[in-house]
């Protein structure tokens, strides 16, 4: 079993749908963080979160660290927004390294 | 604007030699930066972590004399593949940590393709 595990894998929405993309992770963390990579191959850190919740215009991250799970929602989704999402955990006592999720590809239709 | 760039961002090149990968950090000093290869449609994979003016840690299973590193400076690491393989055909990917946040700032990639 993967330390990281994302679901769903693949996931087709229509422009303006309400997503949710979900990590669930097995292993103690300091920091988790939510990656946005397009097909081009650049990765962009969207989110870092050790608590709570943190919103940035149309994207919510969320982290429930007891059940050691986070969700990542796109509001009013558009085809930009088609990328692979991945989940990344920073584990406690290994500095700096992240365990990365398999990553979850969202394809956005108008 | 960018905070990490990579260069080149995509090389092909002959079985056999090596090519070398930089990495820059352009708004903060890192003493510390990561590289990363991935495989299409998989995740990231850490190969080793790169630290300023020593010996870079590398995971398991990652050849540290066929990926040579060197973080010469406290903005520019370099990844060398050494005598190519076709299987060494992947997209390497640098970060870095740091910034108000200490967050993670991703390079924008390397596709390297051995014939």
């Known amino acids: 079993k993967n330390e990281v595990e994302q679901s769903p894998q693949n996931l087709t929405a229509q422009e303006g749908e309400f997503i949710t993309i979900n990590c669930s992770y097995s292993?103690?963390?300091?920091?988790l963080h939510w990656l946005q990579q397009h097909p081009g191959g650049g990765i962009v850190s969207l989110f870092m979160?050790?608590?709570g919740k943190k919103k940035h215009g149309r994207l919510i991250a969320t982290i429930n660290i007891q059940e050691k799970h986070s969700s990542l929602h796109i509001t009013a989704s558009h085809p930009r927004d088609s990328a692979v999402y991945i989940c990344?955990?920073?584990?406690?006592?290994?500095?700096?390294?992240?365990?990365f999720g398999t990553g979850t590809r969202l394809q956005v239709t108008l | 604007g960018a905070v990490v760039s990579q260069h080149p961002s995509r090389v092909i090149c002959k079985s056999g030699t090596s090519v070398k990968i930089e990495c820059r950090s352009l708004?903060?000093?890192?003493?510390?930066m990561f590289w990363y290869r991935q495989f299409p449609k998989k995740s990231l994979m850490l190969m080793a972590t790169?630290?300023?003016?020593?010996?870079?840690?590398?995971e398991q299973g990652v050849e540290k004399d066929k990926f040579l590193i060197n973080h010469a400076s406290l903005t520019l690491s370099t990844l060398t593949v050494t005598s190519a393989h076709p299987e060494d055909s992947s997209f390497y990917i640098c970060?870095?940590?740091?910034?108000?946040?200490?967050?993670?700032?991703f390079g924008p990639g390397t596709r390297l393709t051995v014939l």
């Open positions: 708004d903060f000093q890192a003493t510390t």
């Open positions: 292993v103690g963390i300091s920091a």
């Open positions: 970060s870095v940590q740091g910034g108000r946040e200490d967050t993670q700032y």
């Open positions: 790169s630290n300023e003016g020593s010996k870079a840690t590398y």
């Open positions: 990344a955990v920073r584990n406690t006592g290994t500095a700096s390294k992240l365990t």
């Open positions: 979160l050790s608590s």
